[in-house]
């Protein structure tokens, strides 16, 4: 799949098949995460990654109230954020959100659907991603993707607007 074809064709997904996600798909999306910029090439990110379903049920109970996405998804990747590894300060979740967008292009380019769940700055998922994923407390969880086959098609939409740009001026 070439590049714009992806980025025109990614859609949320959240109704996954039973098809198990493998190490390699997983590690394809961590290092298509891990190739995103960063201010300063900081790299302020961690990335903890699971398959085990107890912890997949657990997060649907304690980060989305009891969504059946989680219980369905074959894994998830949290992505941290690592505020002592910025190089700019204040940056960091700028970085940590060009990770979360490679990710979610490299699973829909390799067939597997995600849906960007937010974490940071909403306190009981917060901590709901701390208990289930065991996120130490200087290290801020900020968004978690379940991931799996996709069980739902949705449409490519074509978003562009032509009244939100502003030519030469605003
Ligand atoms: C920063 C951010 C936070 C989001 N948080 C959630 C969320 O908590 N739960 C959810 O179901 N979808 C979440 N989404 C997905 C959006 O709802 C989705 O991207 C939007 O409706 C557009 O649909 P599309 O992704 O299919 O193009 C989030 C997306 C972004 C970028």
Same mark, same amino acid.
């Given at each position: 799949m070439q590049t714009i074809e992806a980025m025109m064709t990614r859609r949320s997904i959240r109704n996954f098949c039973a098809t198990p996600v493998s190490d390699t798909q997983l590690e394809i999306l961590l290092a298509a995460a891990m190739n995103a910029p960063s201010?300063?090439?900081?790299?302020?990110?961690?990335?903890?990654?699971?398959?085990?379903?107890?912890?997949?049920?657990?997060?649907?109970?304690t980060v989305d109230g009891g969504n059946a996405m989680f219980r369905q998804a074959q894994a998830a990747i949290l992505i941290c954020l690592?505020?002592?590894l910025e190089k700019f300060?204040?940056?960091?979740?700028?970085?940590?959100?060009?990770?979360?967008?490679?990710?979610?292009?490299?699973?829909?380019?390799?067939?597997?659907?995600?849906?960007?769940?937010?974490v940071i700055g909403i306190p009981p998922r917060v901590a709901g991603?701390?208990?289930? &994923? #065991? /996120? =130490?407390?200087?290290?801020? $969880?900020?968004?978690?993707?379940? &991931? #799996? /086959? =996709?069980?739902?098609t949705l $449409?490519?939409?074509r978003r562009f607007d032509p009244s939100k740009v502003h030519l030469d001026r605003w």
């Open positions: 201010a300063g090439d900081g790299r302020p990110w961690h990335f903890v990654v699971t398959k085990d379903r107890a912890r997949l049920d657990a997060l649907a109970d690592d505020e002592s300060k204040g940056f960091a979740p700028q970085d940590c959100a060009c990770a979360a967008q490679n990710l979610q292009l490299a699973a829909h380019d390799i067939g597997l659907g995600t849906v960007w769940i937010a991603c701390r208990a289930v &994923l #065991g /996120v =130490p407390e200087n290290i801020v $969880p900020f968004a978690l993707f379940p &991931l #799996g /086959v =996709p069980a739902q $449409p490519a939409e």
